[in-house]
């Protein structure tokens, strides 16, 4: 946790002192911060995951053993309340605010820094246990579908708002409900995944990736496309 608080005070010192900019400038397009935006996107994608995670557990029951314990359950909640949107903010903030819009000034094209920085996000996760797991190959492309999708939705909605909201959900949700040994971050969860098929999750991921794009896109009436290509 400490590597975020340090990395994070650095960069609004660089920000703040070197680029003359505000935080917010990073964070959306707009004159503040849009909450309701974050919490439609962090609640989509949690109940998405819920109701995904219920059917796995109807199809692969054997996959599955309940580790429950409200106690426990609760101390993880809190401290992970605390420590993810943190992780996940700054994560947006680096990749789909700065490393983002920073590429663009170079770029004319917007697709090419979006793919540049869905690149850097997965080579950033790429230290972790479930790649070793389930092979590069494999996590990567995961990985890189993610980011893709969370940097285009915040180019198409001009902020990052949803794709925090997202990628927060995501983090938590993940952690709270599924332990396994290669977890990232262990937690008192509420199961504890035996065998992981990581295809299989690939599969219900991109799924959930695109019920929520066609929910925002009817939602929100996308229609500004050209920001991906202009």
């Known amino acids: ?3 975020f608080i340090v990395t994070a005070i650095l960069f609004l010192i660089g920000l703040y002192k070197i680029h003359k900019k505000n935080i917010l400038s990073v964070i959306t397009g707009f004159s503040k911060f849009r909450t309701t935006k974050f919490f439609f996107g962090f609640t989509l994608w949690a109940s998405l995951f819920i109701v995904t995670l219920f059917i796995q557990y109807l199809m692969f029951k054997e996959n599955f053993t309940l580790t429950f314990n409200l106690k426990s359950f609760i101390g993880s ?17 680096l990749f789909r605010g700065y490393v983002l819009q920073g590429l ?18 997965s080579i950033m996760h790429m230290s972790n246990p479930e790649v070793i797991e389930h092979g590069i190959g494999l996590m990567f492309t995961y990985y890189f579908v993610f980011a893709l999708f969370l940097g285009t939705i915040t180019l198409l909605d001009e902020g990052l708002e949803l794709a925090f909201g997202i990628h927060c959900a995501n983090n938590l949700m993940v952690i709270l409900f599924t332990t396994s040994k290669v977890s990232v971050i262990k937690a008192y969860s509420v199961f504890e995944i035996n065998t992981s098929n990581a295809i299989t999750d690939m599969i219900f991921t991109v799924g959930m990736l695109i019920v929520t794009f066609l929910v925002f896109r009817i939602k929100y009436k996308w229609k500004n496309y050209s920001l991906l290509l202009k």
Do not use: A
Request: proline share 5%; aromatic share 22%; glycine share 2%.
């Open 104 to 121: 663009s000034i170079g770029f004319i094209q917007s697709f090419i820094p979006l793919i540049v920085t869905s690149f850097l996000f």
């Open 77 to 93: 909640l809190l401290i992970l309340l605390f420590f993810i949107p943190i992780q996940t903010l700054w994560e947006e903030i």
């Open 1 to 3: 946790f400490s590597i």
